[in-house]
């Protein structure tokens, strides 16, 4: 059964600074994807990373796929306050339909 | 090019009362897919169909839910007798034809039972 482990779950950040966010997953997935959620919305699509080292970047986003090690990154390069929201990862193995979304890194970006 | 519909977008209820719930998938996707968050959680799987069909609704709980996608309108959530635990955001997702076709998520439903 595929799980997804994002870490951390909790992040406040200085503006200006760099952090990345982890999203481990526990079997053989080749589809993953990075939302982006505010307060009560839905989610925004960031990301999606078909394939081993597929490397995205917008703006101050940027993310990778290692599906060797069965690990993604998102990493925030000189972080502003309009980026605060919460960071979701979801994994999909290929072939199949169901999303396996991680439980969310919560990023607050102080001024 | 609208993209999926969710209404109503906010919908309270009391204990008890039936919540019935619905999505219009982008244009040209027959592939329906409900999500349920609850707060502060990641969204999990409920169920997927395809027009007339449960293709797998092994999210679903047993018991008072229950999914459609008629061959014409939207695909509906139906929650009967609801229950506080119920209260959560539920998400609509549409794809097109294969697994591999990126799902399109919707503005969600928030649900609160009182």
């Given at each position: 059964?595929?799980?997804?482990?994002?870490?951390?779950?909790?992040?406040?950040?200085?503006?200006?600074?760099?952090y990345?966010?982890?999203?481990?997953?526990?079997?053989t997935?080749?589809?993953?994807?990075?939302?982006?959620?505010?307060?009560?919305?839905?989610l925004?699509?960031?990301?999606?990373?078909?394939?081993?080292?597929?490397?995205?970047?917008?703006?101050?986003?940027?993310?990778?796929?290692?599906?060797?090690?069965?690990?993604?990154?998102?990493?925030?390069?000189?972080?502003?306050?309009?980026?605060?929201?919460?960071?979701?990862?979801?994994?999909?193995?290929?072939?199949?339909?169901?999303?396996?979304?991680?439980?969310?890194?919560?990023?607050?970006?102080?001024? | 090019?609208?993209?999926?519909?969710?209404?109503?977008?906010?919908?309270?209820?009391?204990?008890?009362?039936?919540?019935?719930?619905?999505?219009?998938?982008?244009?040209?996707?027959?592939?329906?897919?409900?999500?349920?968050?609850l707060?502060e959680?990641?969204?999990k799987?409920?169920v997927?169909?395809?027009?007339?069909?449960?293709?797998?609704?092994?999210?679903?709980?047993?018991?008072?839910f229950?999914?459609?996608?008629?061959?014409?309108?939207?695909?509906?959530?139906?929650?009967?007798?609801?229950?506080?635990?119920?209260?959560?955001?539920?998400?609509?997702?549409?794809?097109?034809?294969?697994?591999?076709?990126e799902?399109?998520?919707?503005?969600?439903?928030?649900?609160?039972?009182?």
């Amino acid at each position: 059964e595929l799980k997804v482990e994002q870490n951390p779950l909790f992040l406040s950040m200085q503006e200006g600074k760099n952090y990345t966010i982890y999203c481990n997953y526990s079997t053989t997935s080749d589809r993953l994807y990075w939302y982006r959620q505010d307060p009560g919305k839905s989610l925004e699509s960031l990301f999606v990373l078909l394939s081993n080292g597929a490397v995205k970047q917008e703006g101050r986003l940027m993310a990778s796929l290692d599906t060797k090690a069965r690990l993604s990154t998102l990493h925030i390069t000189a972080a502003v306050h309009d980026l605060s929201a919460t960071y979701f990862c979801a994994a999909a193995r290929s072939g199949t339909y169901k999303y396996i979304f991680g439980t969310g890194t919560r990023l607050k970006v102080l001024a | 090019n609208a993209g999926v519909m969710q209404n109503p977008r906010h919908l309270v209820r009391r204990r008890g009362q039936e919540a019935r719930l619905r999505c219009s998938p982008m244009k040209g996707h027959s592939h329906v897919y409900w999500y349920r968050q609850l707060p502060e959680e990641g969204l999990k799987f409920m169920v997927y169909l395809q027009k007339e069909n449960i293709i797998d609704e092994s999210g679903m709980p047993k018991e008072r839910f229950s999914a459609e996608f008629p061959k014409e309108g939207p695909s509906i959530l139906r929650i009967q007798q609801v229950v506080r635990g119920d209260s959560a955001a539920y998400f609509c997702a549409s794809s097109g034809t294969g697994p591999d076709n990126e799902q399109f998520f919707g503005p969600g439903t928030r649900l609160t039972v009182l």
